[in-house]
């Protein structure tokens, strides 16, 4: 039984108080579904541990999937949501799967948090997966491997990038441009021809996902690289 880690944000308001964010349902219910189906055992955890907030925008029509509709009307999820176990108290245990799901509360709590650079950091020196989508990628940009290198250095990642954050109406709200960011890091950024559209990277077992339109595609890419591994 593959053992699974998904981190999600605390972080339920924009700095400027005057919006509210979270994470992006879609990037945690596909992943979560995906590993539920294979039997996996499956740990959601967070900075502080306890409720996640999530999105509102990602409640809405055009981003309520099928798959995200059924697991927000389910009683049991939504508890699960408000009981996140807390990262620091999970970071003696090991999994095959380390997943940053995203939401724009992750750019704040995300980039800076020592328990999440480690996590990542072990986990990719170990050969196991990290995986992240979206803002979720935000938790990469400061893990340094132990010959001292960003682990980002040089790989192939996506992630949501400028444009997408103008179509979203959240660049006056971010703290920063991730997308530039990573790239300030020396990250080979990859994006979809076609913003808003699906783009999974895999680069050997680090796997980037750009939006939450990925969500779907990167959970059938994490699974599958999981699985080759469990051969």
């Known amino acids: 039984m593959s053992k699974i880690l998904i981190i999600v944000t605390n972080i339920g308001m924009y700095a400027s108080g005057k919006l509210e964010t979270g994470l992006w349902l879609s990037e945690l219910t596909h992943i979560y579904h995906a590993a539920k189906e294979k039997g996996c055992e499956i740990t959601i955890a967070s900075p502080k541990g306890g409720n996640i907030p999530v999105d509102p925008e990602s409640l809405k029509w055009f981003a309520l999937d099928k798959i995200s509709k059924e697991y927000w009307s389910d009683p049991f999820f939504r508890g699960v949501l408000k009981h996140s176990r807390n990262l620091e108290k999970v970071s003696t245990e090991s999994f095959d799967l380390v997943y940053l799901a995203g939401g724009h509360g992750t750019m704040y709590d995300f980039p800076d948090d020592s328990v999440i650079q480690s996590f990542v950091k072990n986990q990719y020196e170990s050969g196991k997966i990290v995986a992240a989508i979206c803002h979720g990628v935000s938790g990469l940009l400061n893990v340094k491997l132990s010959n001292g290198k960003y682990l980002i250095n040089n790989k192939v990642i996506t992630g949501f990038n400028w444009f997408e954050e103008s179509l979203a109406g959240r660049k006056k709200e971010v703290p920063f441009n991730l997308e530039a ?25 680090l796997i980037t996902a750009q939006n939450p339109f990925s969500s779907k595609e990167m959970a059938k890419v994490v699974m599958s690289e999981l699985n080759k591994r469990q051969q």
């Open 181 to 205: 960011a990573l790239k300030e890091r020396g990250a080979d950024y990859k994006k979809a021809f076609i913003p808003m559209t699906s783009k999974v990277v895999v680069d050997d077992n």
